[in-house]
């Protein structure tokens, strides 16, 4: 089976807890807090490694979480941050978010690497708080968990030719008369079952070609294996439309192929083709050659006829796509596919949302008030005070009793569950 899909749940570490603590040397008087702040959770990665071709691994291992950082220590010692994770994922990986679909990365290069779910900040310790105004701070923030997410990773094989065709035109057996690929052949009618790739070198020069399996019309749709390999067309520069001489029309064969590409994108229809009749050692091939060539003399430049099993005229083919390769430009991927996974350090919204969930109950939203909740210590008086004075000193408790918010009322800040007061 050819693993070209996987589904993966990815979580950077948490960050390491901040300490309350204080100097307690002899002969120091009025020490003060000495809690060290904790360390950051490890990130995750995904990183292209050239070595894989498929995504294999990830049907024995799912899940990929960094290491959490350490918690902080007395006189002022920071905790260690946790170990970042590296994913190796194979070139043409494309990565989406699960749970809204979008593209997130084009993965094309080697050692291209991208942040995938960053890890918790460490929670600041008691030395961190400490001013003129409160000298001994009793409390320290907790740990940011590390963020979470689901991701879809969806292979599209990179080759610089692609053989198309409808089934049992003779792709695997000239991918393999002209590579070191051995897809599967038999004498019976089958398709195959999974793209196959193979190095083809030709005059000193080389490139790579993949055996895409056979597609029937509908494919667009989802019809037979259509979906699942009309991806992998996607990656090449160049086309090799295979037709068969022993079928009945060749002719309307290319025609219903051409326009399911075009069906499933107008780029991909708009991709450069050469037309070859396989099967050229067949009786009666040279005429159809002939009838093949003139019903297309308006639609494409030349039909070269070969035979795969033969070899017949599979040379002349083999210099003929290395010559019009070397004349194409390198594709560059599609505009929606750069990387638009969020930087490193992105400046944190301090925008705020207040719903009514239920009479009495309301949810107030946001990135920087809901991580400041979590990291807060709702054990500890102090750092209770502390977040009341943030949302006080923002305008959040202002805006709560505008929407309605009473004594009493409960008020959720992400997981949390609190008492309006």
């Not at 490694?49 to 291992?61: G, I, M, P, Y």
């Not at 991208?114 to 409390?139: C, D, H, I, M, Y």
């Not at 079928?247 to 290319?254: A, E």
Request: glycine share 12%; charged share 25%; no cysteine.
């Amino acid at each position: 089976m050819f693993f070209d899909e996987a589904t993966i749940v990815v979580r950077g570490g948490h960050g390491g807890n901040g300490v309350v603590s204080f100097r307690r040397e002899k002969y120091v008087p009025f020490g003060g807090p000495n809690g060290g702040n904790g360390g950051k959770g490890g990130d995750v990665y995904l990183r292209v490694d050239d070595q894989l071709n498929t995504l294999v691994a990830f049907s024995r291992r799912r899940h990929f979480t960094a290491e959490d950082g350490n918690h902080g220590q007395g006189k002022g010692r920071q905790g260690r941050s946790g170990d970042d994770v590296y994913v190796d994922v194979p070139p043409g990986t494309v990565v989406r978010d699960k749970a809204s679909g979008e593209i997130l990365a084009d993965l094309t290069e080697s050692g291209q690497t991208v942040l995938a779910a960053r890890g918790g900040r460490g929670g600041r310790g008691n030395e961190a708080f400490k001013s003129p105004s409160n000298q001994t701070p009793r409390f320290a923030e907790r740990g940011e968990p590390g963020e979470e997410r689901t991701l879809e990773l969806e292979l599209r094989l990179i080759a610089d030719v692609g053989l198309l065709g409808k089934p049992n035109a003779g792709k695997s057996t000239l991918l393999a008369s002209v590579s070191a690929a051995r897809p599967k052949i038999a004498e019976y009618p089958f398709t195959t079952l999974s793209p196959n790739l193979g190095v083809v070198e030709i005059d000193g020069r080389s490139f790579v070609m993949a055996d895409i399996p056979g597609l029937i019309e509908g494919a667009h749709e989802g019809a037979g294996l259509g979906l699942q390999f009309l991806r992998h067309v996607e990656r090449t520069r160049l086309l090799v439309h295979l037709l068969d001489a022993a079928s009945l029309d060749p002719v309307s064969d290319y025609h219903a192929i051409n326009q399911e590409l075009a069906l499933y994108s107008k780029r991909l229809a708009a991709k450069p083709q050469i037309v070859v009749l396989n099967k050229m050692d067949l009786t009666d091939a040279e005429d159809m050659l002939d009838l093949v060539r003139e019903a297309l003399e308006d639609e494409v430049d030349e039909v070269m006829g070969i035979s795969a099993v033969t070899r017949q005229g599979v040379v002349e083919l083999l210099r003929a796509l290395a010559t019009r390769l070397e004349a194409l430009p390198e594709e560059e991927p599609k505009q929606p596919e750069l990387y638009v996974f969020r930087p490193h350090q992105e400046a944190e919204s301090t925008d705020v949302e207040i719903v009514q969930e239920a009479p009495g109950v309301y949810r107030l939203s946001g990135a920087e008030i809901e991580r400041l909740a979590i990291m807060t210590d709702w054990s500890n008086d102090e750092a209770i005070e502390r977040f009341e004075r943030i949302l006080h000193a923002r305008g959040i408790s202002a805006q709560m009793e505008e929407a309605g918010v009473e004594l009493g009322d409960t008020v959720f800040i992400g997981d949390i569950e609190l008492e309006w007061s």
